[in-house]
């Protein structure tokens, strides 16, 4: 028998994961879906670019996933990927009708998951389930905020910089009153839960001043937990009732007079390159970050003679790359990636990697 997270009046809770880019949001997701011990989850997936490479991923996992209209069989849930933009800035051209779906197959349904994009802001989101025609059927069991707890170490997204030692404090790259500051502040005053991921990455005295710093943004009453790759009982994530939607209005957030969210200081775009020599992509991709304001990566690669894929990821100059999956039957094996990053000189970032394809 599946176990009954639902709160009371039949509302099917949806759980919200928010968090900067690369903290570690779809690793969670991942986790949650691979341990759901029954549950029947929908999953929405929504990332900043031109492709949906966050969705690829989750359904690279081996975990279940499919696509919408795609065939049956056993099924942890159904995948709805949303990439045209973000899900705050498109929420009543996309969001709207993915919910009303949901709640038309409401009965086979146990919870839903709902990935942000890293540039989105989860507080419209969460306010669209104040809409009468998704608070018959939805309520928001928690905003779950994911933060990557070795780059708030590096002082890039410190909420108190008085807090963090000398040394980041001196740093000339450090922009307090940055976009990325005031949105990494909206995501922690959105939070009903707060994950700091990665803790494997840093020490013990470096943990307790990032759970400091991230206190310090946060109502007594909202818990902080630590977690390596996501893993967390589910019991921690799920069923935690806090009906967000009922309060999300009293949360402070920069943007809440802002209609355009500061979306327009972020570029995005994708560069296709033909099978290239892993240790080439990633020194390239190291130059590039030196020299380019890039903040995030993430794609996929074909290695020449190569029967698997490789998944690339980056965070600032921290990249990870491991085989995911083969090669399916039919399928154009190329490198595809795709950049994030604020005034990225494009033309220079497609100059930088065209010797890979020589």
Not at 76 to 101: D, S
Not at 145 to 152: L, N
Not at 241 to 260: F, L, M, N, V
Not at 334 to 343: A, D, K, M, N, W
Request: charge should be negative; glycine fraction near 8%.
């Amino acid at each position: 028998m599946n176990q009954d997270t639902r709160p009371a009046l039949g509302k099917i809770p949806a759980t919200v994961i928010t968090g900067f880019l690369g903290s570690g949001k779809t690793t969670l997701l991942r986790h949650v879906l691979a341990n759901a011990a029954g549950r029947r989850i929908a999953v929405i997936v929504n990332e900043f670019g031109e492709l949906g490479i966050d969705g690829d991923i989750l359904r690279a996992c081996g975990i279940g996933c499919e696509d919408e209209g795609g065939e049956g069989g056993e099924q942890a849930g159904q995948l709805y990927e949303l990439a045209n933009g973000c899900m705050c800035c498109t929420v009543q051209e996309e969001f709207f009708p993915v919910m009303q779906q949901l709640a038309a197959r409401r009965h086979e349904i146990d919870a839903v998951l709902i990935e942000t994009s890293g540039l989105a802001l989860p507080k419209p989101l969460v306010q669209a389930f104040q809409w009468p025609e998704i608070a018959g059927a939805f309520t928001v069991d928690a905003v779950v905020t994911v933060v990557d707890t070795p780059a708030a170490a590096a002082g890039q997204f410190a909420a108190h910089p008085e807090a963090v030692d000398a040394q980041r404090r001196a740093d000339p790259n450090l922009d307090h009153e940055s976009p990325l500051h005031e949105l990494f502040e909206d995501q922690l005053s959105a939070a009903d839960l707060v994950v700091l991921n990665k803790c494997d990455l840093v020490g013990a005295a470096t943990l307790a001043e990032v759970e400091a710093l991230v206190r310090a943004e946060l109502p007594p009453a909202v818990k902080v937990v630590h977690a390596t790759e996501g893993r967390l009982p589910l019991e921690v994530l799920l069923g935690l009732q806090r009906a967000a939607e009922t309060t999300i209005d009293q949360r402070a957030s920069h943007h809440d007079h802002d209609e355009d969210h500061d979306h327009d200081e972020f570029d995005s775009f994708d560069v296709a390159l033909p099978p290239v020599e892993r240790e080439a992509l990633i020194a390239a991709l190291q130059q590039l970050v030196a020299s380019q304001p890039i903040l995030r990566t993430k794609g996929f690669a074909a290695l020449p003679g190569k029967p698997m894929r490789l998944l690339v990821q980056g965070v600032g100059a921290r990249f990870t790359h491991h085989f995911d999956r083969p090669w399916r039957e039919g399928e154009e094996r190329c490198t595809r990636l795709v950049f994030i990053g604020q005034g990225l000189d494009e033309a220079a970032v497609r100059a930088a990697l065209a010797p890979l394809a020589a």
